[in-house]
T-cell receptor
Framework: GENVEQHPSTLSVQEGDSAVIKCTYS??????FPWYKQELGKRPQLIID?????GEKKDQRIAVTLNKTAKHFSLHITETQPEDSAVYFC?????????????FGQGTILTVHP | SAVISQKPSRDICQRGTSLTIQCQVD?????MFWYRQQPGQSLTLIAT?????????ESGFVIDKFPISRPNLTFSTLTVSNMSPEDSSIYLC??????????FGSGTRLTVV
């Protein structure tokens, strides 16, 4: 089945700096890659996603890039703010016979210091 | 995106008992997904629930421990049976919306004592 590896496990930045979180996946049939933000005690919230026919997608301060050949995708947050502090999860949606399932990375604890 | 109502939001249960978690979606969906999130960990898929057929369980999860019902296209339940302290986790249901994004219920925080 699909395996998603996420790095780093923790990331600490100063307010205004950029933050980058990277994920790799194993199943070349995976075709959808969402990123979730989870604040303490709350449900995961979708912040951006990308499909396998697109290389990059941007939404204000957040961007995601996808390299299908290398099977990795990254989340970029620019001009970080303290409210960006949370746990971020990447995920990959399986194709083929496992269609529809999301497999999650291990998560990254992002701390933005004022 | 779909809106999911999940309940209970939390519960404290005695070991050996069972708890049933409910998820109601505001639109019809083909598949509903049940996840477990252990403290400080990522989300692990327990099973996929399809209406009209038995749920499909992931490796390490069995129907006797986590029976699932899916009586219609907007509702599902997950039961955690014969609970032990190791079952203390957050349980979340999820659906894929029409736009392709997955949304989650608010979660059920289970503590087994």
């Amino acid at each position: 089945g699909e395996n998603v590896e996420q790095h780093p496990s923790t990331l600490s930045v100063q307010e205004g700096d950029s933050a980058v979180i990277k994920c790799t996946y194993s199943d070349s049939a995976s075709n959808y890659f969402p990123w979730y933000k989870q604040e303490l005690g709350k449900r995961p919230q979708l912040i951006i996603d990308i499909r396998s026919n697109v290389g990059e997608k941007k939404d204000q301060r957040i961007a995601v890039t996808l390299n299908k050949t290398a099977k990795h995708f990254s989340l970029h947050i620019t001009e970080t703010q303290p409210e960006d502090s949370a746990v971020y999860f990447c995920a990959a949606k399986a194709g083929g016979t496992s269609y529809g399932k999301l497999t999650f990375g291990q998560g990254t604890i992002l701390t933005v210091h004022p | 995106s779909a809106v999911i109502s999940q309940k209970p939001s939390r519960d404290i249960c005695q070991r050996g008992t069972s708890l049933t978690i409910q998820c109601q979606v505001d639109s019809q969906v083909t598949m509903m997904f049940w996840y477990r999130q252990q403290p400080g960990q990522s989300l692990t898929l327990i099973a996929t629930a399809n209406q009209g057929s038995e749920a499909t369980y992931e490796s390490g999860f069995v129907i006797d421990k986590f029976p699932i019902s899916r009586p219609n296209l907007t509702f599902s339940t997950l039961t955690v049976s014969n609970m032990s302290p190791e079952d203390s986790s957050i349980y979340l249901c999820s659906v894929e919306g029409q736009g392709g994004g997955y949304t989650f219920g608010s979660g059920t925080r289970l503590t087994v004592v």
